[in-house]
């Protein structure tokens, strides 16, 4: 079921890269490599904490959940640390440029200490364990390059939609999070425009998916032929479903689509993600997508359990 032709579309996430035996791509393993690569390293895990106070949390938290903790900026905290304070009537403003300097580390070395991270994930020694289509196309959120090194798939056949090790371009990472809107709720001027300022840079590390949709909307048209998607390993997060919503809006009507779930939980996940979309495209009340009825029903799913994937599997 999983075995897809020329007419299939896999939309690939982290859970495939860890399907892999060995593969240590989660964000404990970033998370840990930033704490025992050299003091610099450390120094930044320790500073991504006290500005996103969620963002150094143990255990096996899916990316997604990092990612959402950087949306959870601590402005306070940080206001507090480097607040000026009035005096004769004026303000002393140095402090913001300082709290700027003090948050613009993280953000500018996110990007490049998850790519270094990402080229040290050793792959060598993995094999080809699943039955994938040689002709099939591939748009992978994943930063490794094992769909070309181990399953020998041709590069043109794959999207990176955050980029990869390979690419001069910088990863992508970020969160979905607005503008917080509180500021106009505080008296003092000169404090509600410093936590304002303090509150412009959490924007910068919003992910541009919008952007990155409108970029590649060539790639999005050329799925018109798609009549089988295979999701693999990816959470449907709130924060990349819009990627999935663009590929059901261009793949054929009553695609056949196969999900692969690691437990129930992940099931319902799936599941709630396919009836929220299902009503989305059948809704008149949406302007400009009542023509695309039927674009994925609950009849056409079929779930596999990752578990049983692991049983042995002859690889062409």
């Known amino acids: 079921m ?13 859970g495939f890269d860890l399907f892999h035996k060995g593969v240590k791509s989660k964000f404990i393993h970033f998370y840990s490599w930033l704490n025992l690569k050299d003091v610099e390293h450390e120094h930044f895990a320790s500073k991504m904490e006290s500005i996103f106070p969620h963002s150094g949390a143990h255990g096996n938290w899916l990316w997604t959940q990092f990612e959402e903790a950087l ?23 140095d402090y ?3 709290a700027a300097e003090y ?13 270094e991270w990402a080229q040290q994930i050793n792959i060598e020694s993995v094999k080809p364990i699943l039955p994938l289509g040689k002709e099939s196309q591939y748009l992978t959120f994943n930063y490794t390059l094992l769909l070309e090194n181990v399953y020998k798939i041709p590069q043109k056949q794959i999207w990176h939609v955050h980029n990869c090790i390979r690419d001069n371009e910088p ?6 999070q607005p503008f917080p809107k509180y500021f ?3 008296e003092n001027i000169n404090i509600q425009k410093s936590l304002e300022n303090l509150a412009h840079e959490i924007t910068k590390l919003t992910k541009p998916v919008d952007n990155i949709i409108n970029e590649h909307k060539e790639y999005f048209d050329s799925l018109e032929h798609i009549t089988k998607v295979i999701v693999f390993g990816h959470s449907l997060s709130k924060i990349d479903c819009p990627y999935f919503k663009e590929v059901i809006h261009h793949v054929r009507d009553n695609a056949q689509w196969v ?4 437990d129930n939980s992940a099931k319902e996940n799936c599941e709630k993600v396919v009836r929220y979309f299902n009503d989305y495209f059948n809704d008149p009340k949406v302007i400009g997508v009542s023509q695309y009825k ?15 994937l692991k049983k042995p599997i002859a690889y062409e």
């Open 71 to 93: 949306g959870k900026f601590n402005i306070d905290q940080v206001h507090t640390t480097f607040a000026g304070k009035e005096k004769d009537g004026f303000f002393d403003e």
């Open 103 to 115: 948050v613009h580390e993280p953000f500018s070395k996110i990007s490049l200490y998850l790519k």
């Open 171 to 176: 990863l992508i990472a970020g969160h979905n």
């Open 96 to 98: 913001q440029q300082r």
């Open 184 to 186: 106009d709720e505080i």
């Open 2 to 14: 999983i075995k897809g032709d020329k007419n299939t579309l896999y939309f690939i996430g982290n």
């Open 294 to 308: 039927n674009k994925i029903i609950p009849q056409n799913c079929n779930y596999i359990s990752i578990n049983e």
């Open 259 to 262: 999900f692969t779930v690691y």
